[in-house]
């Protein structure tokens, strides 16, 4: 059963207090449920603590910067995380992508942009209604217990990835263009210069098993987008 947002509880790890402050408010009258973190590792033993839906994580963090944070937090956790990054550092954006994050969001924003980012990870992180279990060949995605399988081997996804297998298997053999992906797996436009769901797919190709080769690909298709294919084992 999909959580009420007001259910969500949010981690907001940065140590701009006024800057964290202000998000609180906002957020708690969207509807969140929200505490803040002012340190990397403080932020990290938070994350961890099994008490929370989301983490929105600041790059800039005294003691541990957020990226380690977020390398530390994916040995362990695939909890949803939206990284704030500097306008215009491209880098550490897609650092942060291919570490594992869901999403990111440059300093400054509108926290309505902030809270609509959420809003639509949480959409994608409940079960679905409808087509809640999917197989394509070798491929199983059960949505009600949000797990998914090639040839029996689980595999560990992130919001992101877990939304972007989804969108591929539901329209397997078909071309989907990133900017469908973005709009439909991760809840918002793609913008120029974007190369999160690029980044988000060589992750989620690198997680599938050896055995998974030639038999569940996800191909890309030059100025198109991408597709899911498959070939009877």
Same mark, same amino acid.
């Given at each position: 059963?999909?959580?009420? &947002?007001?259910?969500?509880?949010?981690?907001?790890?940065?140590?701009?207090?006024?800057?964290?402050? +202000?998000?609180?408010?906002?957020?708690?009258?969207?509807?969140?449920?929200?505490?803040?973190?002012?340190?990397?590792?403080?932020?990290?033993?938070?994350?961890?603590?099994?008490?929370?839906?989301?983490?929105?994580?600041?790059?800039?963090?005294?003691?541990?910067?957020?990226?380690?944070?977020?390398?530390?937090?994916?040995?362990?956790?695939?909890?949803?995380?939206? &990284?704030?990054?500097?306008?215009?550092?491209?880098?550490?954006?897609?650092?942060?992508?291919?570490?594992?994050?869901?999403?990111?969001?440059?300093?400054?924003?509108?926290?309505?942009?902030?809270?609509?980012?959420?809003?639509?990870?949480?959409?994608?992180?409940?079960?679905?209604?409808?087509?809640? !279990?999917?197989?394509?060949?070798?491929?199983?995605?059960?949505?009600?217990? !949000?797990?998914?399988?090639?040839?029996?081997?689980?595999?560990?996804?992130?919001?992101?990835?877990?939304?972007?297998?989804?969108?591929?298997?539901?329209?397997?053999?078909?071309?989907?263009?990133?900017?469908?992906?973005?709009?439909?797996?991760?809840?918002?436009?793609?913008?120029? +210069?974007?190369?999160?769901?690029?980044?988000?797919?060589?992750?989620?190709?690198?997680?599938?098993?050896?055995?998974?080769?030639?038999?569940?690909?996800?191909?890309?298709?030059?100025?198109?987008?991408?597709?899911?294919?498959?070939?009877?084992?």
């Amino acid at each position: 059963m999909m959580l009420e &947002m007001s259910s969500q509880h949010v981690l907001i790890v940065d140590d701009d207090r006024e800057l964290s402050e +202000m998000l609180r408010d906002y957020l708690v009258s969207d509807g969140w449920q929200v505490t803040a973190a002012y340190s990397g590792q403080s932020g990290l033993e938070q994350a961890l603590s099994g008490d929370y839906h989301l983490v929105v994580l600041d790059i800039m963090l005294p003691e541990m910067n957020g990226l380690e944070v977020l390398r530390q937090l994916r040995s362990k956790s695939q909890i949803p995380v939206i &990284m704030l990054t500097a306008r215009g550092d491209e880098t550490d954006r897609i650092v942060g992508l291919e570490l594992g994050a869901d999403d990111y969001l440059p300093k400054p924003f509108n926290p309505r942009e902030l809270s609509a980012r959420l809003r639509a990870i949480g959409r994608r992180t409940a079960s679905k209604a409808h087509s809640s !279990r999917i197989q394509v060949g070798g491929l199983v995605i059960d949505h009600e217990r !949000r797990e998914s399988s090639i040839s029996g081997c689980a595999l560990d996804l992130t919001a992101a990835e877990f939304a972007l297998l989804s969108v591929l298997a539901e329209h397997h053999g078909q071309v989907v263009s990133k900017d469908e992906l973005a709009r439909i797996a991760l809840g918002r436009e793609l913008q120029a +210069m974007d190369r999160s769901i690029d980044t988000h797919i060589s992750r989620l190709r690198g997680k599938f098993p050896p055995s998974a080769d030639g038999l569940i690909e996800i191909q890309a298709v030059r100025g198109r987008g991408y597709v899911l294919t498959t070939v009877a084992g």
